[in-house]
């Protein structure tokens, strides 16, 4: 799933940098364009990611509570995409280091949820 979301992230990417033809400066979308690589592409991984962990997390359960964990972890990465959207949409330009911040928060928080899976283990009955 992150493989699909880095291909995403690159396929936005070069959209985005196309946008010297519409009208803005090269110079402005270089600078800018930094940031929206490694913001874009980091949200994806953590996107993608949230839903591959609750994978992970409802591997060793029954049908039912798998379908519940996809829909909350589906739920989960729409919820952070959109949060992240609205941040880089209406935080002040200062202030945008602090939207990267919450994104390295929570690559942080899923490598700890990454590692919790690794140790989860079927039941021997």
Do not use: C
Request: proline share 2%; net charge positive; no cysteine.
């Amino acid at each position: 799933m992150v493989t699909v979301a880095l291909g995403f992230a690159a396929a936005e990417n070069f959209l985005f940098l196309l946008s010297p033809l519409a009208g803005t400066t090269l110079t402005q979308t270089l600078l800018t364009g930094n940031l929206r690589f490694v913001g874009a592409t980091l949200l994806h991984i953590l996107a993608s990611a949230t839903i591959g962990a609750a994978i992970g997390i409802s591997f060793y359960k029954k049908k039912r509570i798998k379908r519940l964990y996809v829909l909350g972890g589906v739920i989960l990465a729409f919820l952070l995409h959109s949060v992240f959207n609205f941040l880089i949409l209406n935080t002040p330009e200062g202030d945008l280091l602090r939207t990267f911040v919450y994104v390295w928060i929570g690559v942080v928080a899923l490598l700890a949820v990454l590692e919790y899976i690794k140790r989860i283990h079927p039941r021997w009955r």
